[in-house]
């Protein structure tokens, strides 16, 4: 099967991020591959190492983002498209420059991160299947393929749904499916040597329609407190300012 | 004057409650600005739901009935809901930010040319469309976003606001709904759920929420029991999922669940940022661990520091016989 892949480059949510006024500042040597999306490029090279097929990335994304596409490459995708833009995007600009250039490519399976770690908005991968037309699942905790047809695990709200899907077919992936591989020395040198194919893209003309206006700090908690002494007195004054105090008993 | 769409989800016969603290904020602007509040609810049976909606202020109820509504499929809830919003013609609609609607919203906004905001903390509609907090990188920040294209779709996390009764007379519509199941391309094989009869987390009052300090099936039972002691559902972190413990469905997280209960307890929870990120909501939070140093305790109300094996049984205890 051919799995196409979608993948953004996203700031580390674990690198020291700040607030300068109303904007967000991120050490822009710590942008990296969104880690849901390497775990869709994780599962789409398991499938097929274990059916045959191959693995194409796509990136929506400035010129620096070239980085997070020979990540995925080192991974073991065989090529890439840079859908290459300037400014940032809101999900329906994304969806709309991909759905673009997607209607052109041939696929059997199109696979998305569930959401991006700078956003976590995660409108992305179903605003994709509507433009194009494909059935698809969310929220894919397990993938696999049984007569030609994508065997999907989704995590729904109560319990684990199976859902088969005809190809060609959509699905967003959790990083809960697996733990994408680490590229080694080979991966990282055959990287260098492969494919990427750079389309300059026009962007979507007129407003988005959703921008942020600014980012705020996230309010702080009131400070807590540490109840000391013996475990049966801490425990009997906990409960007791659970009902008396905080009113949740 | 104009109409606010508001999406009911049900769960074992009653209206979830992160739906009707979503309904509850659009009777709130629906009364600011004289607009018509209509619920939908897709379900088999769905007049059974028609008297709880209107005790939560929506004065006109749209039924959709069909019998694929009692699982989640995303394209007959697309379909559903597409017709629901071409009857309602609304300049707003309202959902929980459920799995089952993180599903959609996506493909939803583009079948109405709408703007969405997903999973907000809060909103208010403006003039021209509407506008919302919403945590970004892993809850470290909130982004203030406009939206300025109508229709604009609003997801709510759970507890972003309180459910509120507000009783009305309601008007419920049955909304013709001929979905053909032979045309579904896709196909629901089969549900796993978790033992029944457990609390879901997103919709609990009280949540006890176990980590990686949780090491064995003894620990798993001491949960157990002091959830059922006081009537709570359980929770996890990813470590205790990934090691078997807990089901995937108890997840909470960037990657999991949103939870803002009333009291969380978190018991064994180191408070990583991507834990953290599906928690920090709650409006009393308990933290027991045995490392004094563990990031949870700066979020904590109450911090004990000690052994879960020990202090959990006196818990319990303490909670039956006082």
Known sequence: MKFVVCIKQVPDVASPIQLSGE???????????????????????????????????VLAGPATATETIRKALAMGAESATHLKIDGELDSRGYAEILAAHLRAESFDVLACGKQAQDTDAGLTGSMLAELLSLPYAGNAVGLDIVNDRLIVTRQGDGGQEIIELPTPCLVTCSNDMN????????G?????????????????????????????????????????????????????????????? | MGNILAYIETQDEVCKRSSLEALTRGRQIAEQRG??????????????????????????IFMVRHSLFANHLNTPVLAALEEAARRAAPDLLVFPSSESVKEILGALSIRLD?????????????????????PVLAAKFLARVRAEHKPVLVSVRSGAYSAEEHPVEAQAEEIPFDFDPATLKQTLREIRAPQVGTVDVSEARIV????????????KQLIEELADTLGAAIGSSRAVVESGLFPASSQIGQTGKVVAPDLYI???????????????????????NKDADAPIFRMATYGIVGDLYDIIPRLIDQLKNG
């Open chain 2, 208 to 219: 006890i929420a176990a980590g990686r300090g949780v090491r064995d099936e003894r620990g």
């Open chain 2, 35 to 60: 607009d018509r509040l209509v619920a939908v609810v897709l379900s088999p049976e769905p007049e059974r739901y028609v008297a709880q909606i209107a005790r939560y202020g929506a004065s006109t």
């Open chain 2, 266 to 288: 978190a018991v064994g929870i180191s408070g990583a940022i991507q834990h953290v990120a599906g928690m920090a909501g709650s409006r009393v939070i308990v933290a027991i």
């Open chain 1, 188 to 249: 990282i040198m055959q990287a260098k040597r492969k494919n990427i194919q750079v389309v300059e893209v026009e962007e979507p003309t007129g407003p988005p329609a959703t921008t942020i206006r600014r980012f705020e700090p996230m309010p702080e908690r009131e400070p807590g407190r540490i109840l000391d002494g013996e475990p049966a007195d801490v425990v009997a004054r906990l409960v007791s300012l659970l009902k008396t105090e905080a009113k949740v008993l």
């Open chain 1, 179 to 186: 733990d994408p591989r680490i590229p080694n020395l080979k």
């Open chain 2, 114 to 134: 709408g703007s969405v905001l997903p999973d907000v903390a809060a909103f208010e509609q403006t003039e021209t469309g509407a506008e919302a907090l919403r």
């Open chain 1, 23 to 57: 904007r967000i500042v991120t050490d822009t040597g710590r942008l990296v591959l969104n880690a849901y999306d390497a775990s869709a490029v994780e599962e789409a090279l398991v499938l097929t190492e274990k059916y045959g097929g191959e693995v194409h990335v």
